[in-house]
Nanobody, 125 residues
Framework: QVQLVESGGGLVQPGDSLRLSCTAS????????MGWFRQAPGKEREFVAAISWEALNTYYADSAKGRFTISRDNAKNTVYLQMNSLKPEDTAFYHCAAGWPPTAGWASQYEYDYWGQGAQVRVSS
């Protein structure tokens, strides 16, 4: 049984940083691509970042470029999302996802097979 468990969310002020973690079990993590998506209240789920299984390739949404960094530790079956310079519009539930998306499918939620339940991030003054 595949499980993805996120942690590290919380309430922060604009300009602060947070690091989300997602630990996977039940799959061969070292050969699985990982992604982060987010969903704000009343909005559709959107792509944030993704990383290839060997960490050679990373992909970011425009909203995340320059502020967020995705990384992974295959020895710990964990993927991270370092978020800096947080803005109120970053407020959302952040979900990690696992799968094997094609080259053109990194940003598509439909290309990921497994999902975590999410970690809430709130950015407010």
């Amino acid at each position: 049984q595949v499980q993805l468990v996120e942690s590290g969310g919380g309430l922060v002020q604009p300009g602060d940083s947070l690091r989300l973690s997602c630990t996977a079990s039940g799959l061969r993590f070292s050969t699985t691509a990982m992604g982060w998506f987010r969903q704000a209240p009343g909005k559709e789920r959107e792509f944030v970042a993704a990383i290839s299984w060997e960490a050679l390739n990373t992909y970011y949404a425009d909203s995340a470029k320059g502020r967020f960094t995705i990384s992974r530790d295959n020895a710990k079956n964990t993927v991270y999302l370092q978020m800096n310079s947080l803005k109120p519009e970053d407020t959302a539930f952040y979900h990690c996802a696992a799968g094997w998306p094609p080259t053109a499918g990194w940003a598509s939620q439909y290309e990921y097979d497994y999902w975590g339940q999410g970690a809430q991030v709130r950015v407010s003054s």
